[in-house]
């Protein structure tokens, strides 16, 4: 049962982190965890998107509440980054969400989102889509 809960743990974590501008990666320990055989692959799959999502909440914060650091050096995203995110954003929209899952423009697009005001409830909604598709196709290629 410990270890059980320390496997959900640890993927919610490592879920979180990797939604931030923290380097951190959650598809490999989700992909071991599922060979393990040992979990419930959908409540991985729950649990992994819930630590996802609100990690991008985090960023989507940090663009909502504290854009006027964007260029103070402990800024976690890059004025270059910032700027291509907000141009990719700007030209897409509030869609260019639904690429939130992709790593190196998924993170930027976030805290884009925050910056340009994205509401947080179309945010979360297509964030959610994103991310747990992503968990949903990962999974299924590991069951296969």
């Known amino acids: 049962m410990m270890s059980e809960l320390t496997g959900y743990g640890g993927l919610f ?12 990666q959650s598809e490999a320990l989700l992909t071991w965890l599922i060979l393990t055989g040992n979990y419930s692959v959908a409540l991985l799959v729950v649990v992994a998107s819930i630590g996802n999502v609100l990690g991008s909440v985090v960023n989507w914060g940090l663009g909502r509440f504290v854009e006027r650091f964007r260029d103070a050096r402990w800024f976690p995203v890059s004025p270059a980054q910032l700027a291509r995110a907000e141009r990719w954003y700007e030209r897409y929209g509030i869609w ?15 805290v884009a989102a925050g910056v340009l005001r994205a509401p947080l409830l179309t945010f979360l909604a297509l964030v ?7 968990y949903i196709v990962l999974a299924w ?4």
């Open 128 to 134: 959610t889509l994103a991310k747990t598709g992503r």
């Open 13 to 24: 974590l490592a879920a979180f982190v990797a939604a931030t501008i923290l380097p951190a």
């Open 141 to 144: 290629l590991v069951v296969g």
């Open 96 to 110: 260019s969400l639904l690429l939130s899952w992709v790593p190196i423009i998924g993170d930027p697009i976030t």
